[in-house]
């Protein structure tokens, strides 16, 4: 679990259940996409570049994962 505290002290993180967010102060925990099954069985994360089907949720929630890292997470919110 990858967690950014910038200079004025905002943490942010992609929310796991590693640590209880509570220990670092009053959590203001938002969805930022959502990993559904299409039709055919197989996984979506909604998100735009993440489009792509998964056969395995398990694939969707990693590919999202991924993406929440590399394109919010490691952005400063001071920029």
Known sequence: ??????PGG????VYR???DLAT???PA???ASYVEPDQQG???A?????GAPFDHRSEALAAERAWLETHWLM???WE
């Open 24 to 26: 670092l102060g009053s």
């Open 46 to 50: 909604d998100m735009g570049p993440v």
């Open 1 to 6: 679990m990858q967690i950014i505290i910038a």
């Open 29 to 31: 925990i938002s969805r």
């Open 17 to 19: 259940e590693e640590i």
């Open 42 to 44: 197989r996984w979506r």
């Open 10 to 13: 905002v943490v942010r993180c």
């Open 75 to 77: 952005k400063p919110e």
